[in-house]
Structure formats: C-alpha cells, structure tokens
T-cell receptor
Framework: SQELEQSPQSLIVQEGKNLTINCTSS?????LYWYKQKYGEGLIFLMM?????EEKSHEKITAKLDEKKQQSSLHITASQPSHAGIYLC?????????????FGKGTRLSVIA | EAQVTQNPRYLITVTGKKLTVTCSQN?????MSWYRQDPGLGLRQIYY???????DKGDVPEGYKVSRKEKRNFPLILESPSPNQTSLYFC?????????FGPGTRLTVT
C-alpha cells in the first residue's frame, strides 16, 4: 500500500521566515492534496496537484509536485501566526479521484513572534 | 453553506455500550468516508462508501460498522466500544478527489 512520509515532523519558525514542508510517496503519485488542520479540529483543503511539475499558490503558500521524485513540497513565504497548525499531505492511491486518500502523519508548524 | 456535520462533537462512554456517530453532508456527494486520527499514527481510513448501499473497508475497519441508506448520511456505528477506540474521528465527503471534512468527534471509551 502507498505510504506518505512528511518531513520535518515538527517545525518552529520565527514570524516572517520562510519554510518548506516535504511529502514523499512510496509509490507513483496520481494526485497530491495538501490540508491544514488546527489542533483538534477538522482538516481544511489547501491545494490539489495532479500533474508533474505543477505548481499552485494561494496567498503565501505555494505547493509543487515533482512526479519523478514522487514528492511534493509546500512552501510558506513570510510566515505568520495564522499559518500555525498541522499540515498534512494526502495522496490518491489509484488516481480515480474517487477513493479514500492516504495521508502522511503531518507536520506540526509553530510560528513564534 | 456547503458543509459536513458530525454529531456528537465530544463523547465519553463506557466499554461495551453501543454508540453511533452521525455524519451528514449537503453537497450531494456520492463518496463519503470515515477516518480516525491518533497521535503518532496519523489519519487512517476506517470505511468508505462510493454511493448509496455501497460500502467498503478501509485500513482499520475492525470494531466498526457503517451504513449508507441515503446519499447525505453516513453514520459510524460502534457496536461494542473498547478503550482502543478512543480517538478523534472525522467524516469526509469527496468530489473529484477533494475531501471535505467534518469538524471531528472526540471519543473517549473508559
């Protein structure tokens, strides 16, 4: 079965600094999804990447998909306290867009003033 | 407002007492699923349903049941809860790969 490994597991950054979170898949990536979770709450969809080389941005968050490396990265520019939370990547194991996602264990981000 | 709702949000119960966690979505999605989230283990799928009357096991189905009698509802049933089912549970509906999650149900089984 497909497994997703996220790194780092946790991250503490100073407000205003840039940061990158990586997600590496054990198998071919057909679709990669990034979610954010505030502690103990539901997951909020951030972005979906489907094609190799695809890059998407939303506000100060940019995600890229490297199909060859079976990896995705999430980059936050000029971090703010509102960026704090747990970031999870999820992958569509089959590529149908209609199956449960396999998730990484998450990266816990803290932003300090 | 498009949303997935779960009830209850918090539940403390005792071993062996049957319980049901309800899940409802108003987006007319065919696909729904249940996950549990545990520290160090991440988010793991329990059951999913591709349409009414069609359900299938996820990675950790033992001790759980589901039903899908109508498109909008997908309840999770614990017939005889045990302490190892203490967890944070999420229901989600899916359209074109994007999963929309409910707010979560924090279950404690003593």
């Amino acid at each position: 079965s497909q497994e997703l490994e996220q790194s780092p597991q946790s991250l503490i950054v100073q407000e205003g600094k840039n940061l990158t979170i990586n997600c590496t898949s054990s198998k071919t990536l057909y679709g990669l999804y990034w979610y954010k979770q505030k502690y103990g709450e539901g997951l909020i969809f951030l972005m979906m990447l489907q094609k190799g080389g695809e890059e998407k941005s939303h506000e100060k968050i940019t995600a890229k998909l490297d199909e060859k490396k079976q990896q995705s990265s999430l980059h936050i520019t000029a971090s703010q306290p509102s960026h704090a939370g747990i970031y999870l990547c999820g992958a569509d194991a089959v590529g149908s867009g209609n199956t449960p996602l396999v998730f990484g264990k998450g990266t816990r981000l803290s932003v300090i003033a | 407002e498009a949303q997935v709702t779960q009830n209850p949000r918090y539940l403390i119960t005792v071993t062996g007492k049957k319980l049901t966690v309800t899940c409802s979505q108003n987006m007319n999605h065919e696909y729904m699923s249940w996950y549990r989230q545990d520290p160090g283990l991440g988010l793991r799928q329990i059951y999913y349903s591709m349409n009414v009357e069609v359900t299938d096991k996820g990675d950790v189905p033992e001790g759980y049941k589901v039903s899908r009698k109508e498109k909008r509802n997908f309840p999770l049933i614990l017939e005889s809860p045990s302490p190892n089912q203490t967890s944070l549970y999420f229901c989600a509906s899916n359209r074109w790969g994007v999963q929309y999650f409910g707010p979560g149900t924090r279950l404690t089984v003593t």
